[in-house]
């Protein structure tokens, strides 16, 4: 039987350095999508996409946006389905859902399962808002469906902060408390890596009190 197949996409940035960073958010969120489908993975910086899917998926920030709108259209164009997901569909969903078939608001990992039983009774929302994620039951994100090598590696310790600055819309999208990995899972994760140039994709990495410096100790043994 032919697996359906899900394209997870990052979009191009033309001012990154395309081999910096793998695409986390795409990793992570494979690791929810069960094995029955044909998951694969595509890094617009170093690939070209092919428009041929069965549901597509694209990871969208503000600085991405109108190409990962462009590519949402493409898709549509040839009635497959198009979930758009990330900081900027979170903050401006009335304006992302005008380029695809429907918008995650938040956190990524809590929808999945419901997306894909919607998506195979042809009913997909267009809407799917999520919960904060508990990082107690995190997965390990699917790396090995990377097609290519990076500088680095990326983990992600935390999501959230209190301190709601202005200028920043970590508050906002992550919500107002720290939400910690346990130590063990990111260990375990570290422990999977094939190489340890890590980059920790945190936005707060310290956080805040004498607990959170008693944890970024511990992580950094």
Avoid at 130 to 140: A, G
Avoid at 143 to 172: A, H, K, M, W
Wanted: glycine content about 4%; overall charge positive; hydrophobic content about 40%.
């Amino acid at each position: 039987m032919v697996k359906k197949k899900i394209l997870l996409i990052n979009p191009s940035n033309p001012r990154y350095n395309k081999r910096l960073l793998p695409p986390l958010s795409l990793t992570t969120i494979a690791a929810y999508i069960p094995q029955k489908y044909d998951i694969e993975i595509v890094d617009n910086n170093l690939e070209k996409i092919k428009y041929d899917a069965d549901l597509v998926a694209i990871t969208v920030n503000t600085y991405t946006a109108r190409i990962a709108y462009e590519i949402s259209e493409k898709f549509l164009e040839r009635n497959i389905p198009v979930i758009l997901g990330g900081n900027h569909p979170t903050i401006v969903p009335n304006e992302a859902i005008k380029y695809c078939t429907a918008v995650v608001i938040g956190d990524g990992e809590l929808v999945w399962k419901q997306i894909l039983k919607d998506f195979e009774s042809r009913r997909l929302k267009k809407w799917y808002k999520s919960k904060f994620f508990n990082f107690d039951h995190s997965k390990l994100p699917r790396r090995d469906l990377l097609q290519n090598r990076y500088f680095l590696e990326s983990i992600e310790t935390l999501r959230g902060c209190p301190f709601n600055c202005e200028f920043c819309s970590v508050t906002r999208f992550h919500g107002g408390k720290f939400r910690y990995k346990p130590i063990d899972l990111i260990k375990k994760e570290i422990e999977s890596l094939d190489r340890k140039n890590l980059f920790i994709v945190d936005d707060n990495l310290i956080g805040a009190g004498v607990n959170s410096l008693k944890r970024i100790i511990e992580l950094l043994r």
